[in-house]
């Protein structure tokens, strides 16, 4: 942050003692069984240390203990990939703001706090196991519309014949910054994918190439989420404020303006 | 080896190659199937264009969606020869860039194709959507990477590799839609499947129910990145792994090049024994940081000791090294120059952490220089200090906001305030699967695509060029070889996953899952994992020795054999399982460590990112020998890694004369 003053004087003593945490997570074998919230102590934890890393700790300390460890989706651990998830204390991601989980580190916590853990929340995300949701709806919107239809000719004109204005370019490459992570549906109480939808319509709405389908796009799109059993958005704004890469409520009305006028071409 | 280069002179060889090799008329290409592994830039890129073609293509990725590939990781930027700022590049110094960034060992055909086709990716990606930077008139913007003296870098803020994977991820969405393409998400391949010599398919693992499944097409593409996790510590995404090459190497694909390992020099540094990777800060930031350490000793055991900061070092006592070495490219020289550098200064004592492994990179003069400039332009005349800063910190939160946040957020520190500090962490792998001109392996039908093949950037790779080869493989070349080996298909038909070489290959996958269930449980898989990550920097990083390399290959192979003993993976083998999959992999690396240390041993020079203490100059520059070594090591799997049978490939170089790498 440029002029934001980091309010870490109390987080960087967090760096060099370590905390004794008490962690409510949430265990499922699979789609099918129940799930529950277990219990579990972890000490010498580092404020350096990713929640990610923590996780890794406690699963060590389970395998040799020879339990099966918590199950969670991670890969990149930079917060690009979108892979991660989890709903920390009720947050998507967790208490920091603009952060995935692998990139929220554990000197935001106190000693002695206890932290609920608990998978994304939505219908349309089923628990695979553990903290483990399939996202795989996500896919779907975006096959059923979130292209634009050009093959691979090596033949397309040349890159700079398409001229574009730097405000709409930097504002479409702002809507294409979501990498899918679903932290949007698991803040809303709605469990709407508006957010999500409307970031990539908007992406295209915005580029001279994507206006060609912007009337099928946004139908399409639109037609595949309500069919993946998302939930209709009522503007409360949760989205926006614990998306990860801070993708704007803006889309999300750009969206239905595109959407209202693509019904009403027909 | 035959790497079936096109005769003919260089710039004319891909078009004359093009027009020489079979087609398959599209009647015929949607009676051919043809799996994809992988779905990162090479993979996504493939699986989409074959597909357009009208082939059937199904793609395979651990991964929860396409999207997720580690491709989505890469920051600064893509090349291409574009020329579009007119500072007198072209295909040929794009060419030539390549070839002496890669420290003169990698294919002049191969090289000059990339260059050649690396307009049409940024054509063809701006066509698709990809948001890239762009000034104020709409034309696109670039920057400059290290290694040039042009700026060809197109660039979508510090997240080109995300843009240009979610471009290459609705190509293939567009596929999927018109079921030209199965995708199936959250499976590994466990094991490539040869019907009569041909790679005919694979063994996958359905990783959420852990059905073991056969797959066949007519041929494999393996597009599944490279093996720099056999560091333990590295950029790469956690799950990132060399199983399918590794598989596929044990099947008859000759590895080439192993030990050709990139370590990059602006990383976060390791904080502590937890860290289960190390984040890369890109190299873009290079065009604006300046790198240094204290000049004097005393101010570096101040630093560490935490009794001085950085910024109250006055200019003078500052040793810019980059600069003071190598005045004509500064702190934009190649990866590899400026890591051992780092290194030299940090093993001579000037290190600037608590682990005496960091030096700054500092924005200071960059945010300076941009705040007179943007004052300047915005008609603010005599503008005060603060002024200047606070334009400065603007134009540079522009350009690298989210490397900055992202750096903050990990380390606690402003880097607007306070220089960052960095290290070099493994990060690339030029070696990969042996490939010749058509990107295909030893293996009939069996093609490596980006990182996991060998093919472009010798022994070093310049930045913002692993972007343009995985997509120029997988939109531009690929795509087009793979039809002259399946033109001789079309009478084939349906392979069918009944036959003797898919159950004998089912059973060497369940048989292993099996012994990997059954160790003695002593040690969990992340214990080996680090134990073998320690052995291979310390004996086969940034510099390498033939005591240490010896030494590596006795300890991986011990460390291989008490894993198999001794390993401990709970669960069943029937479920979801994350130890099991990584006990899979992990079992991979320990095989291909004790082949990358037997590589780095035989090759007595020093070149690129292999740096062997034996052969430097006196000022400490890397002595590269081209009378015995200018080949490729293609390695043929015989039994043990270390029994391994080199095959060498002898690199001919007839439009560029060899010459000391030099960015003096």
């Known amino acids: 942050m440029v002029d934001g003053k980091p309010n870490n004087e109390q987080q960087t003593t967090n760096n060099y003692i370590t905390m004794k945490l008490y962690l409510k997570i949430w265990r499922q074998k699979d789609a099918s069984s129940p799930g529950k919230i277990v219990d579990y102590t972890l000490d010498g934890v580092e404020g350096d240390m990713s929640f990610l890393e923590m996780l890794d700790i406690l699963n060590e300390e389970l395998v040799s203990k020879g339990e099966e460890p918590v199950e969670f989706d991670h890969d990149c651990r930079e917060g690009i990939c979108g892979t991660c998830s989890l709903q920390i204390n009720g947050e998507p991601h967790g208490p920091d703001r603009l952060v995935t989980t692998c990139q929220l580190h554990m000197r935001k916590f106190n000693d002695g706090d206890t932290i609920v853990i608990e998978p994304f929340r939505a219908n349309a995300f089923p628990v695979i196991k553990d903290l483990i949701v399939d996202r795989s709806a996500f896919d779907r919107i975006q096959q059923a519309g979130g292209y634009i239809s050009v093959n691979t000719s090596g033949n397309t004109v040349d890159a700079n014949c398409i001229p574009i204005n730097k405000h709409d370019a930097d504002e479409a490459m702002d809507a294409a910054t979501c990498i899918g992570c679903g932290a949007c549906v698991a803040a809303c109480k709605n469990a709407s994918a508006m957010l999500f ?29 309500d069919l993946e059993g998302f939930g209709n958005c009522t503007n409360t704004g949760a989205c926006e404020v614990e998306c990860p890469k801070g993708i704007s409520l803006t889309n999300i009305a750009r969206m239905n303006r595109e959407y209202l006028s693509a019904s009403l071409k027909g | 080896m035959d790497s079936k280069i096109p005769s003919g002179p260089l710039a004319d060889k891909w078009t004359k190659h093009k027009n020489d090799i079979n087609l398959v008329n599209p009647a015929n290409k949607r009676n051919i199937d043809i799996i994809v592994v992988g779905t990162g830039l090479a993979g996504g890129a493939a699986a989409a264009t074959l597909a357009e073609l009208g082939y059937n293509v199904k793609t395979f990725c651990y991964q929860d969606s396409p999207r997720r590939a580690h491709s989505i990781a890469a920051q600064g930027g893509i090349n291409a ?63 400059s990477f290290g290694g040039v003296l042009v700026s060809r870098t197109f660039y979508a803020k ?7 994977l979610l471009g290459a991820y609705s190509a293939m969405n567009r596929q999927i839609n018109r079921g030209k393409i199965q995708s199936f998400t959250r499976h590994e391949m466990m094991d490539l499947v040869l019907v009569d010599g041909k790679a005919r398919g694979i063994i996958a693992r359905d990783l959420v129910s852990g059905k073991i499944e056969r797959h066949s097409a007519h041929a494999v593409v393996l597009a599944t990145g490279g093996y720099g996790n056999v560091f333990f510590l590295s950029t790469n995404a956690m799950g990132s792994n060399v199983m399918a090459a590794w598989r596929a190497h044990r099947k008859g694909a000759f590895f ?10 602006t990383c976060i540094p390791v904080s502590g ?71 030299e200064r940090c093993d001579a004592g000037f290190g600037v952490n608590k682990t005496g492994e960091a030096v700054y990179l500092d924005f200071a003069s960059a945010i300076k220089r941009y705040g007179k400039e943007k004052a300047m332009t915005s008609g603010i005349k005599d503008p005060d200090e603060a002024t200047i800063i606070k334009l400065g910190e603007e134009v540079i939160e522009a350009k690298y906001g989210n490397l900055f946040q992202m750096y903050e957020k990990i380390v606690d520190e402003n880097p607007y305030k306070t220089p960052m500090k960095i290290y070099p962490a493994v990060h690339y792998t030029m070696g990969g699967l042996w490939v010749d001109y058509n990107l295909q392996t030893t293996i009939p039908g069996c093609y490596a695509a980006g990182e996991a093949n060998f093919s472009d950037h010798g022994a070093n790779r310049l930045g913002a060029s692993a972007l343009m080869q995985g997509l120029a493989d997988g939109y531009f070349v690929l795509p087009y070889t793979i039809g002259d080996y399946l033109s001789k298909d079309i009478r084939t038909g349906k392979i069918p996953t009944d036959s ?18 059954s160790g003695s449980g002593i040690h969990s898989v992340d214990y080996y994992h680090k134990k073998l990550g320690k052995i291979m920097w310390n004996k086969c990083g940034m510099a390498r020795n033939a005591k240490g390399l010896e030494e590596a290959i006795k300890e991986i192979s011990e460390l291989r054999k008490d894993f198999w003993e001794n390993v401990k993976v709970t669960g069943t083998i029937e479920s979801k399982n994350q130890e099991l999959e990584k006990a899979g992999r992990v079992a991979d690396f320990l095989e291909l460590g ?40 293609a390695w043929e799997y015989v039994g043990e890694p270390k029994d391994a049978k080199l095959h060498k490939e002898d690199l001919v170089y007839e439009n560029i004369e060899l010459k000391t790498r030099s960015y003096k």
């Not at chain 2, 510090?158 to 240009?164: F, K, N, S």
Request: charged share 30%; proline share 3%.
């Open chain 1, 197 to 225: 939808t409307s970031a990539k319509v908007s992406q295209f709405a915005l580029l001279p190439q994507g206006r060609v389908e912007a009337v099928e796009r946004v139908q399409n799109m639109v037609r595949q989420m």
């Open chain 2, 81 to 143: 020869a574009k020329n579009y700022q007119g500072d007198g590049d072209s295909n040929y110094r794009l060419f030539y860039d390549t070839i002496k960034g890669g420290d003169y060992r990698s294919r002049e055909a191969n090289v000059y194709r990339l260059a050649e086709v690396s307009g049409n990716i940024i054509d063809q990606c701006v066509a698709q959507g990809v948001p890239f930077a762009r000034e104020y008139g709409g034309m696109l913007d670039n920057r």
């Open chain 2, 158 to 164: 510090g997240q080109t590799g995300q843009q240009l």
């Open chain 2, 256 to 265: 080439a090049n192993p030990c050709f390992t990139q370590i990059h020099p």
């Open chain 2, 273 to 343: 024994d937890h860290q289960s990777k190390l984040t890369l800060m890109s190299e873009s930031l290079r065009n604006d940081g300046r790198i240094w350490v204290p000049k004097k000793m005393k101010d570096a055991v101040a630093i560490r000791e935490g009794k001085l900061k950085p910024t109250q070092i006055a200019e003078e006592d500052r040793d810019y090294y980059l600069e003071r070495r190598y005045p004509a490219f500064g702190n934009l020289v190649p990866r590899d120059v400026a890591s051992r550098a780092a290194k």
């Open chain 2, 500 to 517: 003797a070489a898919f159950d004998e290959a089912e059973k060497q996958v369940r048989d292993r899952m099996e012994k990997l269930m």
């Open chain 2, 594 to 633: 004790e082949l990358f240390a037997k590589d780095a041993l035989q090759r007595n020079e020093s070149c690129g990112g292999h740096f062997r203490e034996e052969y430097q100059t006196e000022e400490g520059e890397a002595l590269r020998d081209d009378e015995n070594f200018k080949f490729v090591a």
